[in-house]
């Protein structure tokens, strides 16, 4: 038996809502590390990443944290850093770009 076309098989307002979700996708296997910083972590740190000293955002220009360390506090947080978030959409290998921006490329 071949369905009725007559009846939609999804709701209208689901389907705009379903289709809302997906233009806020970012894809971000396809960003680099400089990419990534401005979309995620500028916002609280600036795109210089001089961070908002009376904001109490620390700067990241310069950090003296090492590419693992700031791999691990992207991905995981830390009790030391209580206001910075776990950063979840980015995985592993995407938060070491960020940490390699941020020691090569901020941190002249």
Known sequence: MVPSLSKPLMPWPLCLLLLAGCADQ???DALNG????NQICANCHRQSGKGSFLEG???NVGTRLD???LIRLITEGSSGHKKMP???QL?????GLVADYLRTVLGR
């Open 67 to 69: 590419r693992e360390q």
């Open 91 to 95: 995985d592993r290998q995407q938060a």
């Open 86 to 88: 776990v950063i979840s």
């Open 57 to 59: 955002i620390p700067a």
């Open 34 to 37: 400089e990419q990534l910083f």
């Open 26 to 28: 970012h894809d971000y």
